[in-house]
């Protein structure tokens, strides 16, 4: 069964840098609307960017000028670039996004295991 799988989470001082990575384990015919959400203890999960088919991309408020979200349609990868890393980005983020895996099966709604992002003051 295909999984969204997360990778480059770890631990950074503030003002530091991750790339967090997103794919799926298997092969899929389209990614659509890929995000990140991340969710920190004792809060609930929030939007933190989205690509759209368009092109767009949209950010939370908070992340602004810090992040930036990209995706590699041939390797049906997205990428979240985090930079200028504060401790209150600290939170598991999970990867979503919309997979049309198999033709004869609907588009459904996928996300990641999360990874965890530490930034220490």
């Known amino acids: 069964q295909v999984q969204l799988v997360e990778s480059g989470g770890g631990l950074v001082q503030a003002g530091g840098s991750l790339r967090l990575s997103c794919a799926p384990s298997g092969s899929i015919i389209s990614m659509d609307a890929p995000a990140w959400y991340r969710q920190s203890p004792g809060e609930q999960r929030e939007l933190v960017a989205l690509?759209?088919?368009?092109?767009?991309?949209k950010y939370a408020d908070s992340v602004k000028g810090r992040f930036i979200i990209s995706r590699d349609n041939a390797k049906n990868t997205v990428y979240l670039e985090m930079s200028s890393l504060k401790p209150e980005d600290t939170a598991v983020y999970y990867c979503?996004?919309?997979?049309?895996?198999?033709?004869?099966?609907?588009?459904?709604?996928?996300w990641g295991q999360g990874t965890q992002v530490t930034v220490s003051s």
């Open positions: 690509s759209t088919n368009g092109g767009e991309t």
């Open positions: 979503y996004a919309r997979l049309w895996v198999v033709w004869y099966a609907p588009v459904k709604d996928y």
